[in-house]
């Protein structure tokens, strides 16, 4: 499905450059639940951007489905079919949560249609379906709105960066039995996630360690989860 071929990510900061990632080269397969985990500052947002579409690699290849998909744009990725979420979700003043899920979907929803995405995230939906995505929302709500919109729009590659931040224990409750339900329900496409946390870890197909910029393992949940927890790769 998805192929990095050797990628390397340079910030340039004053009169030097700050390398991110070095030789980055991996392989995300259909139907599979993968975790990128690993140390903060290691460069595990900054593969999800790639991916994404958000920030461009200094040297290398993305190849999507075969076609090298380096130089296009995030909406040209999201018409190929990468969903994104973004680590902190977005307020959009004057736009409702049914009309956000209009967008995702590209086409008309009824009340129902909408309400049965709402519900699959853990949200009374009827107290959801006609409010504005805006501040007056927690960051756990938000969280679960964006991902109700990834729902919606059925990527065939799904990015979720940290989806646990900034969401309260309830909230995460309900994260946890939502992604269990997309690993149950992977049909013809994948799931990528960006965590450090357990519960997440053990929902995974594979594990992805990235420690300074580099990818230290890469196996099966049963290879790389038990190395994980007596390691402070992840803390």
């Known amino acids: 499905m998805l192929t990095l071929k050797h990628i390397h990510y340079e910030v340039h900061d004053k009169d030097h450059d700050i390398n991110i990632l070095s030789d980055i080269s991996l392989d995300i397969a259909t139907r599979k639940f993968i975790v990128i985990t690993g140390p903060n500052g290691g460069g595990k947002s900054t593969i999800a951007k790639l991916i994404a579409g958000v920030i461009a690699p200094t040297s290398g290849q993305i190849l999507w489905q075969g076609e ?102 309830w909230s995460f409750q309900s994260l946890i039995q939502v992604f269990r339900q997309m690993r149950a329900e992977i049909a013809d ?27 230290e393992h890469h196996g099966t949940r049963e290879e790389i989860l038990p190395y994980l927890i007596g390691s402070p790769a992840t803390a």
């Open 68 to 169: 090298d998909i380096t130089e296009t744009s995030i909406t040209e990725r999201a018409h190929l079919g990468i969903g994104y979420a973004l680590q902190q979700p977005v307020c959009f003043k004057g736009i409702g949560v049914k009309d956000l899920l209009q967008i995702a979907t590209g086409r008309e929803l009824s009340d129902a249609q909408a309400c049965d995405y709402l519900s699959k995230v853990g949200l009374r939906a009827q107290d959801y379906v006609h409010r504005d995505v805006n501040a007056s929302l927690s960051g756990g709500e938000l969280k679960r709105i964006e991902i109700a919109t990834i729902l919606a729009r059925k990527p065939l590659l799904a990015i979720f960066d940290e989806p646990e931040a900034g969401i309260d224990l």
């Open 189 to 215: 496409s994948s799931i990528l996630v960006i965590s450090h946390q357990e519960r997440i870890l053990e929902i995974a197909d594979e594990i992805i360690v990235v420690v300074k910029g580099r990818i």
